[in-house]
């Protein structure tokens, strides 16, 4: 069980990692081009990205509760 929640851990962490370097490379790339904001349509990419992943972990954790 623990192996499990530990591997979950890191596969949420690891997506979140991603995600946060996706947002800092636009966020540089804007900044070297004297742009501060992220387009819209960047930004509705992202919160969907999150969005996904958020649904992925609840049913792994819902899956988990099932298990035990």
């Given at each position: 069980?623990?192996?499990n929640?530990?591997?979950?851990?890191?596969?949420?962490?690891?997506?979140?990692?991603i995600?946060?370097?996706?947002?800092?490379?636009?966020?540089d790339?804007?900044l070297?081009?004297?742009?501060?904001?992220?387009?819209?349509?960047?930004?509705?990419?992202?919160?969907?990205?999150?969005?996904?992943?958020q649904?992925?972990?609840?049913?792994?954790?819902?899956e988990?509760?099932?298990?035990c």
């Amino acid at each position: 069980m623990d192996l499990n929640v530990n591997l979950m851990d890191e596969a949420k962490h690891s997506k979140i990692e991603i995600l946060r370097r996706k947002i800092k490379k636009m966020v540089d790339e804007n900044l070297e081009k004297g742009d501060l904001l992220l387009t819209e349509s960047d930004a509705m990419k992202f919160i969907h990205e999150i969005e996904v992943q958020q649904l992925e972990l609840e049913i792994q954790n819902e899956e988990l509760i099932e298990a035990c």
